[in-house]
DNA sequence: CTGTTAGCGCCTTCAG
DNA sequence: CTGAAGGCGCTAACAG
């Protein structure tokens, strides 16, 4: 009776190989997997008891087709993704939607390559039941192009005019650290930014900067260009080593770029947080071992992942009262060994 | 004649909408977009613009139901990747597939729960044309699991029984590591383990254990349990601390675990490498940002991905005389400041 | 409750 | 070179 799937290169059964094997129409055995209580007892066991015996899978194509969901989820990425950072917001979304039966298809962005066309290609190819677009994907693209083939989607660490988003309260927390270091004697600061196209750094910047226009009298506000890489904290660094008057605390837009940062300013003699106190963004992992451990605004990255990937179900199962507008999730300033007093001086 | 794609909520033209707007058959479309060169210039000229205006995509589901590929690759990952490493493998995965029109699909496979029932279902489900298998994944899965469905199967970094796959020659060079601290004074070592049950540690360890068999009388060789994390090389730091005879040389089974342990080895006053050189193993980005640099062996990430991609297209496309049997790549010793003599001492 | 039937959108013979 | 027609596997009406 066991008999597992035949010899090995026949081609997988069908329904109707089901039906037949169960002595039932191929209705009954499609009803059976999808609403059993409508199937009485007795015949639902010998279609289950089939189905068991030769190994049947419902084709997913074939579903798909015939006009129902494919369970499957595009998730739109950047080429250049920070690993640290998005690898665990991933993994928010893949717990999300496992749970819920459906899968993710990682879609790479590439910025260089004019490899838009491809992912709009996909989009419109009907196989997917929705789309996660992560951030940078948003500015990238344009937004609008992601939108247009018409599936449902949200933006995940980004806005989209008119789509629903997950953020957090990057510009609150920024401000929230710097008023920490200006409580602590800080006057003098530089922002390590973002790409300046980056929607998030665009946030931390307009919040940052609206804070110290109200104290513009007692403090300054540097800013040195970056994009979230360990380099271009590294360069960073060497800016403000070569800088007349350095600041006495830097607010990185990354923890890879503060990290980097200490590491060269260490190097050339710079104490931390003794001369320079630094703070990073995110909250990754590797901030607990660096040297100093690193003070940093952790983003709830498994969440925003979690909470992107359920708005996106809730969309696409018509629960769509809430639909619009953005869910925004709390950051929390940590405080380690990288941020102190500043140092006194004249 | 603009007009892309009506009003909004339409569903999709089909390819009949593009046939009767270019005033042809149905099999002349799919012929025109399949095999150009079997259709009359000008006929061939009718239907690209009819495309053009409707924004027809062919159904990818009705594609794949017709008997052609889906251009779907599984790729199955453990929930716990290591991100730093694994993102770039993704990245070459990518990388390869994009390039050929397909896409991939991220199946995490959770050891915890059983979930594995779910991705054999999805394997079966005719979604896909191929699998990939990402380290770790072969044990978990007890390897065959994956290769039942019949699928193309191609597994990176472990190795399944029978089926092809892309490692690194990591007994190789983690020797290499050893004879290079032996050749500087060291006799006194210490392996930190990743996971026992992990293909990759295996090799490291049974290459390690043979090279000192053969020195047994002049070194010493211990190990502490690890798998991989941050977290398991700062509780192995501490059992090293422990200990009354300390090794003079580590070598971690991993980037993460040799920082951490580094980390926590200088907090209690141990020099590294004055009192005990330590050796990584993967060259993470942040083996050059921490304190100091780490020795580290890097393995060909992104090589590794886009090569796994490639023998699995290769397979798929029928090209499948080199097919059984591995390809192994090289790792790169990268000396830096985390090593150095050992320590005089009786 | 259960079976019959009609397509979903596409590709691929088979005739013309 | 082109058109007509069947069917991939499945499910949702519609009858019984």
Redesign the pocket.
């Known amino acids: 009776m066991a008999s597992v799937r035949g010899g090995s290169r026949d081609?997988p059964p069908?329904?109707?190989d089901v039906a037949q094997h169960a002595g039932?129409?191929?209705?009954?055995v499609?009803?059976a997997?999808?609403a059993p209580e409508?199937?009485?007892p007795?015949?639902r066991e010998r279609v289950e008891m089939a189905v068991r015996d030769l190994g049947y899978r419902?084709?997913a194509a074939?579903?798909r087709?015939?006009?129902?969901r494919s369970r499957l989820i595009l998730v739109v990425t950047l080429t250049r993704w920070s690993a640290p950072f998005f690898a665990e917001v991933l993994n928010g979304i893949d717990s999300e939607l496992a749970a819920n039966g459906y899968a993710m298809i990682l879609g790479n962005l590439d910025l260089d390559r004019r490899q838009d066309g491809h992912l709009v290609d996909m989009m419109q190819s009907g196989r997917f039941d929705g789309v996660l677009a992560l951030a940078g994907v948003a500015n990238a693209a344009n937004g609008h192009e992601l939108k247009e083939p018409g599936l449902p989607l949200v933006s995940i660490c980004s806005e989209i005019q008119g789509t629903p988003s997950v953020l957090t309260d990057e510009g609150e927390s920024i401000v929230e650290a710097a008023e920490h270091l200006f409580g602590i004697g800080h006057r003098h600061f530089v922002y390590l930014s973002g790409p300046a196209t980056n929607f998030s750094d665009r946030s931390r910047w307009d919040a940052l900067k609206a804070y110290f226009e109200a104290k513009k009298d007692e403090c300054r506000l540097d800013r040195i260009e970056g994009d979230f890489t360990p380099r271009s904290g590294a360069a960073a660094a060497e800016r403000f080593l070569a800088s007349l008057e350095r600041p006495t605390a830097v607010l990185s837009s990354s923890d890879e770029m503060a990290i980097a940062f200490m590491k060269v300013a260490k190097h050339a003699g710079v104490h931390v947080p003794g001369d320079v106190s630094v703070c990073g963004f995110d909250g990754i992992d590797f901030a607990d071992y660096c040297e100093p451990t690193l003070t940093t605004i952790r983003q709830p990255r498994f969440e925003l992942g979690r909470t992107g990937a359920y708005r996106l179900l809730q969309i696409i199962a018509g629960h769509s009262e809430v639909d619009a507008g953005r869910t925004v999730l709390r950051n929390t300033l940590c405080l380690r060994d990288s941020t102190g007093r500043a140092p006194r001086h004249g």
């Not at 039932?24 to 009954?28: K, Q």
């Not at 087709?65 to 129902?68: A, E, F, K, N, Y």
């Open positions: 081609k069908s329904i109707v039932v129409s191929t209705a009954t499609s009803r997997l999808a409508q199937v009485r007795a015949l419902p084709n074939a579903q087709l015939r006009g129902r």
